[in-house]
């Protein structure tokens, strides 16, 4: 075996589970043992059953001695087995698992792992893991328990994984040099990855974390490093001058505006037309909060690339985005000759031939893999990204462009976070909200007042003429849209219908033609609809400063920086903004969770909130991107993050890459995952 090969090769797998394995993005051995367990039982205490003390965990083998099947008085059916060793016999009871009357033969060996109980005098066990022939996969050690998702059991790919480990002959080959490894007390990957899945004990699950975490910091880190040398090292195409014409149509440019920037944004502009003027090509970030104003900063850095003569892209991850930014520069745009064009899936304002010819060019994150040709590029802006353009900027590489890169997004990152995963990175924070902003006054909404709460939000829409998004409870825990979500926000939007049957209702989800989803903008901005009703995923960055109210639905499985940003969709104006948060689980740490939530508008706190709570792979709602994304390393470890900063700095100084070729793979590999994400 060698971890390279693809999960299609695994012996003795149906293709059923290849599919689901598959589905989880695992896509060689590699990937395999790259996905780690949530957590672990601990079956390790092996016992003779004569021993057995009542409420134990432990491990028991034996002999199948006898079967038999039972319908309980309520009518549940369990498949009784007795167990027997050299001291004695204990009784097990399976529930629901009639294959097993099959499957354990008398005479067997089986082993069983779970808690003994004792009644009156009988000694019986209801398992939690079993196998036969005594392999010790699954009992008699502590064993892995992996997130259980698209119905494939933590057993099959404890099963797998067991058997991958032991048959890979060149397991993962060390990455780093020795003096690295031993300086920082690391153990070894290999065994780090054995040990990871399969530990001997708890102690070691935690070395093995420890090592593979760092690994982990220390290839990100790396690869930013990397990436920014080699995009330095092209010749910048395009410095901008900055002379006093320039200067006064930029000034012009902002006295038009109808309020003026705030100093944050004015601090932001500063940083950004430093860099545009240098001969070195612009790889700037800019974070600021949901409603801090952004869009109008890539607007002035889309003018003073027109000034100088070049073409600029603008980019969005959905259409809608893509065409709310379209009015939006057009609007801000009025008053000059500049040249605006939309090019997305179904929206071409302009032929493929005149695209040389506009100013600005519009679209989503796909218009710069398209095969269009572009005019002169000079400035690159993608939207509410939050990852840093890997794959964006090797795109524009290979296609012999060499533009300024300005990526935008409203997720907090702590900044010594980002400057060290990111490299020297440089990062501009509207830190400031425009003036008259309120709070959002935010509302846990227990069950028993739901109605209330509806009837609340009929009264603001009848007297005030208030607009209403409702968001749809995430359904699965997926990035795109799945069937079973769509139907689900169409039921809610049925059963919506009835509740506010007086007024004007618009449903808005990924797969409604965009026709149609335009046209339901359109109209909400129009107010010709009063209650936009959209699932989750869609339209993060939705600009309509008269909404005032969201409900979101099913508010437990989001986190609380994705619940952040999608309170963010109303509070756009210097109007009261409202966010009621409705749940069907009212557990006391759910209910704490929304309560700090509703006191809380610093989106860097929540974001932190979330860091602490979260187990690794553990997920609430959807996969979050970007410096989230983090297979095992915690960024609330500032530690690790500096250890690994250091060890960073301490091989750049010391190795050239070739020297190190396991790492160089490890690193492409990285870029390409980064790629296939984007
Ligand atoms: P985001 O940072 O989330 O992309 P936007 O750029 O969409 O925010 O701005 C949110 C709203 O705030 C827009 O309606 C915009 O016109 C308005 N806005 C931006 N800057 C200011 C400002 N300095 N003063 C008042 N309103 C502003
Ligand atoms: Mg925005």
Redesign the pocket.
């Known amino acids: 075996m060698d971890l390279t090969e693809p999960i299609a090769s695994l012996p003795k797998t149906s293709s059923v589970t290849i599919k689901k394995l598959q589905s989880l993005e695992i896509k060689n051995y590699y990937d395999l043992i790259n996905y780690f367990p949530s957590r672990y039982e601990d079956y390790s205490l092996i016992s003779k059953i004569k021993a057995v003390q009542p409420g134990e965990t432990v491990t028991l083998t034996g002999q199948i001695s006898d079967s038999k099947y039972q319908v309980t008085r309520t009518g549940l059916r369990i498949q009784v087995f007795k167990l027997k060793d050299d001291t004695g016999e204990i009784e097990l009871g399976f529930y629901n698992q009639p294959y097993l009357l099959r499957l354990f033969k008398k005479g067997m060996i089986l082993s069983i792992s779970g808690i003994c109980e004792r009644y009156g005098k009988k000694l019986s066990m209801k398992p939690k893991e079993y196998e036969l022939n005594n392999t010790k996969i699954h009992t008699g050690r502590i064993i892995p328990i992996y997130p259980e998702k698209r119905g494939l059991s933590s057993k099959t790919i404890r099963e797998k994984m067991f058997n991958v480990l032991n048959n890979v002959e060149n397991n993962p080959a060390e990455i780093f040099p020795e003096q690295v490894i031993s300086f920082n007390n690391l153990i070894k990957e290999n065994i780090a990855y054995k040990q990871i899945h399969f530990p001997d004990s708890i102690e070691s699950a935690r070395k093995a974390r420890e090592r593979l975490a760092f690994d982990e910091l220390s290839v990100i880190q790396l690869t930013n490093r990397l990436v920014k040398k080699e995009w330095e090292k092209e010749k910048v195409g395009n410095r901008f001058t900055m002379g006093i014409n320039h200067e006064l149509s930029l000034k012009q440019f902002v006295d038009n505006l109808p309020?003026?920037?705030?100093n944050a944004?004015k601090r932001v502009w500063e940083e950004i037309s430093e860099n545009l003027k240098s001969q070195k090509p612009m790889n700037r970030f800019l974070q600021?909060e949901?409603?801090?104003?952004?869009?109008?900063i890539a607007a002035l850095a889309c003018y003073f690339s027109y000034l100088n003569g070049y073409q600029s892209i603008l980019m969005a991850p959905t259409e809608i985005l893509a065409l709310q930014h379209y009015s939006t520069i057009i609007q801000l745009f009025k008053n000059t000759k500049v040249k605006i064009g939309l090019q997305t899936g179904s929206h071409k304002t302009n032929s493929t031939s005149d695209i040389k010819k506009l100013n600005i060019i519009i679209g989503t994150h796909a218009l710069i893999s398209k095969k269009i040709k572009f005019g002169k590029i000079g400035l690159v802006i993608i939207d509410e990204q939050h990852r840093f353009g890997v794959a964006q900027r090797s795109e524009l590489k290979n296609k012999g462009i060499n533009p300024h890169l300005l990526t935008m997004t409203?997720t907090p990152i702590p900044r010594t976070v980002a400057l060290t995963l990111y490299g020297e990175l440089d990062l501009s924070v509207i830190d400031e909200m425009?003036?008259g902003r309120k709070q959002v006054k935010t509302f846990f909404v227990p069950k028993e007042k739901r109605s209330s709460g509806y009837r609340w939000i009929k009264s603001q829409i009848t007297t005030y003429h208030s607009q209403v998004f409702i968001v749809c409870p995430l359904i699965e825990e997926s990035e795109i849209e799945t069937m079973k979500s769509i139907k689900a926000a169409k039921a809610e939007y049925e059963n919506l219908k009835k509740i506010f049957s007086e007024f004007n209702l618009g449903l808005l989800h990924g797969k409604i033609k965009s026709k149609e989803k335009n046209q339901t903008m359109e109209d909400f901005k129009n107010r010709k609809i009063d209650i936009l009703v959209a699932t989750p995923v869609v339209e993060v960055?939705v600009?309509i400063?008269n909404a005032t109210i969201i409900l979101i639905e099913g508010v437990e499985r989001f986190g609380l920086a994705q619940l952040h940003q999608l309170r963010?969709r109303v509070g756009?104006s210097n109007k009261q903004s409202y966010c009621f948060l409705f749940t069907e689980k009212e557990t006391s740490t759910i209910v704490e969770r929304l309560k700090m939530f509703s006191k809380t508008n610093d989106g860097n706190k929540l974001a932190e909130e979330d860091l602490k709570i979260r187990g690794p792979g553990d997920i609430y709602g959807i996969k979050q991107h970007g410096y989230l994304d983090l297979k095992i390393a915690s960024l609330s470890d500032y530690q690790m993050i500096e250890k690994t900063k250091k060890a960073v700095d301490y091989l750049e100084k010391h190795y050239s890459i070739d020297e190190l070729p396991e790492l160089e793979k490890r690193i492409d590999n990285h870029k390409m995952e980064e790629i296939s994400k984007d």
């Open positions: 309020f003026k920037l705030t944004q600021g949901v409603g801090s104003g952004k869009t109008v409203a425009p003036p960055g600009d400063p963010g756009r």
